[in-house]
């Protein structure tokens, strides 16, 4: 491949798939990498009841181009089971069947010759004009060059660093739960995280999807275990208005909106609160098994010894002082970081950053690389701290991808403002840009 692509793609993740989805149409040159063999979405997630917690109309294209044949509708008439699913009533889709449908999209795209699998990117190189990336296919290597670029490689699990040296079989991030299969039949485990993903896993443990545990410690530093935030008025810190008002506000301010608004995008679902309350209170009043779980909220992790069992050190904020516990098995539920790709290291120190060591990106999502000239590095999925809570979330994937598509081709393909809206979150001058 002699002529440089107009765009290249590292990461096949829903991020990626949006922008490749909505390029369809237009008259560039692209192809995107990945260096699974085949696609899949958090396989190690995919438990029985998992849910989304994004409507299903907030897919990887609807939102701007609702008439794209990559759409989560089309995806249903293409399985034929479009009036089977409205019939179900479901208030969320299962992660299984999201992940089934980024799974056909990313087929389409691989037919199309658009999407790679199997394109493992080792490194990009600055040409000057242009970006080389080297990739190992099938134990060969190949070259590719590109004008610019759009990084969605996904994100690592974040592993306290009092559990990395005891990283084994028997402590694991939840993340690898479901390809481990881990068997819990009479033992103690402990489940160290308040979101979604350990409020499921305590729900499927508990259910004895691995075998009867004898014991399941709930651990979490938050107060409760607290709902999602889904009303209305939350839910417009998920629109395109807001973001772009919030982009513009000084960094300090980013930096306390972004924590202020944690269970708008990292509580529990009600639907899963409620299956578990009702499983507590059948343990305990029905059953009589009100030992087989402990609860353990506003405890913050400090330590993890192993000897024979783990002993976890915990502060816990509710009495003031240290106090501990002990577990056969430790399930981390301890969230993703965002990073840069390995591949990305010969251009990691041209990134500008801001003082906490995270990327500085433009209203487009390209980050700042010194000398790039005219050239586009986006980079999606890291974002929180430039453009708010939703920036790392499923619900502004089509947005999002439309706002780079936009800024890439120097026009407006797509449209991604918003007619107003209902909030107004600045001067009405701010709001009317937002829109245009």
Known sequence: MDTPLDLAGIGAGPFNLAVAALLHRQPLAYCFFDRKPSHSWHPGLMLPGAELQTSFLKDLVTPVDPTNPHSFLAYLVARRRFYDFLNADQKAVGRREFADYLGWVAGQLVDSNRLQMGSDVQEVRDRGDFFELELEVSGA????????????????????????????????????TGLRQPKVEGRRVAVVGGGQTGAELVLNLLDGHWGKPQQVQWVSRRQNFLPLDESPFTNAWFTPDYVHVFHRLPALRREGLVEAQKLASDGISTTTLKALYQRFYQLVHLDGEGDRIVLLPGRELRDISRTGSYELGMFNSHAGELESCRADLIILCTGLREMLPDCLSTLRDRFAMDGRGRLVLSADFAADLQDAGERQVYVLGSGRYTHGIAEPQLSLAAWRAARVIN?????????????????????????VSAVA
């Not at 190949?142 to 990283?167: H, Q, S």
């Not at 890439?408 to 909030?423: C, E, F, P, S, V």
């Open 141 to 176: 290597r190949k070259t590719v060059p590109t004008r610019n670029l759009c990084i969605a490689a996904g994100k690592e699990a974040y592993v306290p660093d009092c559990a990395r040296p005891l990283l084994s079989d028997h402590c694991f991030h939840a993340l690898e």
């Open 407 to 431: 800024d890439l081709m120097n026009r407006r393909i797509y449209d991604t403002g918003q007619a107003g809206g209902i909030l107004q979150w600045s001067t009405r001058e701010e709001m």
